[in-house]
């Protein structure tokens, strides 16, 4: 079962919507899956139905809401991605944070005060780290996270499991930056780095043409093998 639900922010003052898969029975944990620039869109949407078909409670907070709520694009229309561009840029990633906060208390009363994990992707990626360094989330998974080099000066604050994939090819995270990443997370027993050679950003996603089948179905054995341990 899915659809639509609402989440308090944390000051309680506004509510967001947020999109919701439901397993079959009784959820096992509750993943919070973050999207890309592109909104809660059917891409999203279905990354959230495959959890609730492993028996997670998936939830997808609308992370635009504050500056355009609603928000649906297509990363392979042109037009789209420009638009995509323009609302990042005024998307503030210290508010957002927050939101997921809100987002993770309001699942861990939905699964009974049980544990919560969170994967991203792009916007998301980045997103997923600073919920590893600023909130409880029990084990955080980040998609070829843009900006995360320069917020490794919070990286002594990760207390609970964190994996991150990156692209080879990524033109917006380039090898130095992957680099400089593995560096400063070297000695964190909690960080894992997997790096995929021959791919792009964006190789993870369900659909479309960025799309790289062989890289995506090893990344998400990962997160899958990644979460069963750590949200049981």
Known sequence: MAGMIDIKTLDGAETFSAYCARPAGTPKAAIIVIQEIFGVNPGIRAKCD????????????????????????DPDVPEELQEAFGLMQKYDSDVGIRDVEATIRHARKMVDGGKVGIVGYCLGGRTAYLAATRTDVDASVGYYGGGIDTMLHEAHAIANPLMLHFAELDHFITADKVAKI??????NRHATIHRYPGVDHGFATETGKRRS???????????EAFFAEHLK
């Not at 495959?50 to 609603?70: E, I, S």
């Not at 593995?182 to 000695?187: K, R």
């Open 182 to 187: 593995e560096a400063a997370l070297a000695d």
């Open 50 to 73: 495959h959890w609730a078909k492993l028996g997670y409670l998936a939830l997808a907070p609308d992370m635009f809401w504050r500056v355009q709520p609603g928000v649906e694009l």
């Open 213 to 223: 089948d062989a890289a995506a179905k090893l990344a998400d054995s990962r997160t």
